[in-house]
């Protein structure tokens, strides 16, 4: 079992920045990529950006340029750094933790960019 803790969430103008946490713990060591999603109301949930244990990162093409994802072995958290937003940004952030045989998500905390 793995699980996950988000924060870091809020509300900001738009062209403002926010950074989100997500601490995992449990069966940590059978994690091999983790990543950001999000969910708008009366959306599907959507990849924000995944990152490997080896350091791979992959963004979608709405954010890329504007946000960056690392991780923090020694933590064993990932950050989502999200610069200049927009108020499409807006929605539920969840942290997802994949392990190859399960993926795990995070309760998610939201995130408002007012215009």
């Known amino acids: 079992q793995v699980q996950l803790v988000e924060s870091g969430g809020g509300l900001v103008q738009a062209g403002g920045s926010l950074r989100l946490s997500c601490a995992a713990s449990?069966?940590?060591?059978?994690?091999?990529?983790m990543g950001w999603y999000r969910q708008a109301p009366g959306k599907q949930r959507e990849l924000v950006a995944t990152?490997?244990?080896?350091?791979?990162?992959n963004y979608a093409d709405s954010v890329k340029g504007r946000f960056t994802i690392s991780r923090d072995n020694a933590k064993n958290t990932v950050y989502l750094q999200m610069n200049s937003l927009k108020p499409e940004d807006t929605a539920v952030y969840y942290c997802?933790?994949?392990?190859?045989?399960?993926?795990?998500w995070g309760q998610g905390t939201q995130v408002t960019v007012s215009s």
């Open positions: 997802n933790a994949d392990t190859a045989a399960f993926l795990y």
């Open positions: 990152i490997t244990n080896g350091g791979s990162t």
């Open positions: 449990g069966s940590i060591f059978r994690i091999t990529a």
